[in-house]
């Protein structure tokens, strides 16, 4: 596993972790893969792009069959690179763009995360049912970050005007200036790429100068724990007003199996971590890779990296939210379920953070970029598109 335990990010490492452990815990509670247990080995890149290379080095020189990382955005395209030039096959929790699925493609690298593509058709779904025809960009330096505002506007149309986009190091903390900006230009809607300690400070921020009630606020990870509990707990989230996409929808009670999986999660943060680690749709992106990985070694007996990469391509795995899982043959970005929702507070007192209300439910290709699409991308950004189904 290529995790960051040593960024500025890595506050919120435990509660990606822990979705990796909790899958190793529920295959090796049901006898392991082929009767051998599995043991998570990890390795620190501290989110910095020059660390992976040597870091996916060690791992596969240790003797793991696959790696699950890297965490950050930033590192995905170097990733990409380094699973190209050694053959080894990696599937990363990282929200996909398409540095990686277009311009470092890889039939080794496999997407099991939120796709930027996807995120920002949805956001522009639900804008034009709003009829917002205005809207400022607020978002974190990297290509998934750009992608998601592009392709918002890309789905926006002609008739729709992107008035201003700020995009800061994942460090930054101070808005200030940039929300005075939007306040000013007056957009229908924000939209936006922060999450961890970037959200909560644009925020709160954003409250102290009036700016939730003059628009609301589009994105991912808005009823995430890692970037909400702060807000929740000091009673400063916008309720009602943050909309947008999540992969885990702990809340929903009534999904078999949901209930025990939520309070292995967290049974997972206590013991390991020392912490409460409440839902999050990073750990569920965590998990699921592990799962993936799991269910492709269970299907062959060839565990050599390209035997590993081979089932990779063909897997299928269910879990509680969502069934026949896999990747897509053309750019190995993987199938699941989106859920689009506006962040409210649980009126039941069950949950101390946001829980969702479904406005949609999406499946993969409603959403995601069609083979078409890409090359068309390819061919107007003038790179090649490599439809990984032909390699």
């Not at 990282?94 to 496999?110: H, L």
């Not at 593509?117 to 978002?139: C, H, S």
Request: glycine share 10%; charged share 20%.
């Amino acid at each position: 596993v290529l995790t960051d335990r040593s960024s500025g990010g890595a506050a919120t490492v435990a509660w990606a972790e822990a979705g990796a452990e909790l899958a190793v815990k529920e295959i090796n509670e049901a006898g392991g893969i082929k009767g051998k247990m599995v043991q998570l080995v990890y390795r620190d890149t501290g989110n910095d792009p020059s660390n992976v290379a040597q870091r996916s080095t060690e791992l596969k020189a240790e003797g793991v069959v696959a790696i699950l990382g890297p965490k950050g955005d930033g590192e995905a395209p170097t990733a990409a690179q380094w699973a190209e030039t050694n053959k080894f096959p990696m599937v990363t929790p990282c929200t996909m763009n398409t540095r990686v699925t277009v311009e470092n493609a890889s039939k080794y690298m496999f997407s099991c995360g939120f796709n930027a593509w996807a995120i920002g058709n949805m956001n522009a779904l639900y804008a034009k049912e709003k009829g917002y025809k205005t809207a400022y960009f607020v978002g974190l330096d990297g290509g998934a970050s750009a992608d998601s505002r592009d392709f918002f506007v890309r789905a926006m149309g002609d008739d729709f005007e992107l008035l201003g986009s700020n995009q800061v190091s994942s460090s930054s903390t101070e808005f200030s200036n940039i929300i005075s900006s939007i306040v000013g230009r007056d957009p229908d809607v924000i939209i936006s790429s922060t999450s961890g300690p970037n959200f909560v400070s644009f925020i709160n921020q954003g409250r102290m100068f009036g700016l939730w009630n003059i628009a609301d606020y589009l994105g991912w990870y808005t009823v995430d724990s890692t970037n909400n509990s702060a807000l929740a707990e000091a009673g400063t989230y916008p309720y009602g007003k943050v909309h947008g996409v999540a992969l885990w929808p702990f809340w929903l009670s009534d999904i078999e199996g949901n209930d025990e999986m939520v309070e292995s999660y967290k049974q997972i943060g206590e013991e390991m971590y020392g912490m409460e680690t409440l839902p999050s749709d990073m750990g569920y992106t965590w998990y699921i890779g592990i799962k993936a990985i799991a269910a492709a070694l269970e299907s062959t007996d060839d565990w050599s990296p390209e035997g590993v990469t081979e089932a990779l391509e063909t897997v299928r795995f269910d879990t509680i939210y969502g069934k026949n899982l896999g990747f897509r043959d053309f750019d190995h970005v993987m199938n699941h379920t989106y859920y689009y929702v506006t962040a409210i507070e649980d009126e039941s007192g069950e949950w101390n953070i946001p829980i969702g209300e479904v406005l949609h439910v999406y499946e993969a290709e409603e959403v995601l970029p069609t083979k078409e699409e890409l090359a068309e991308y390819a061919a107007e950004s003038g790179f090649t598109f490599t439809d990984l189904s032909q390699i």
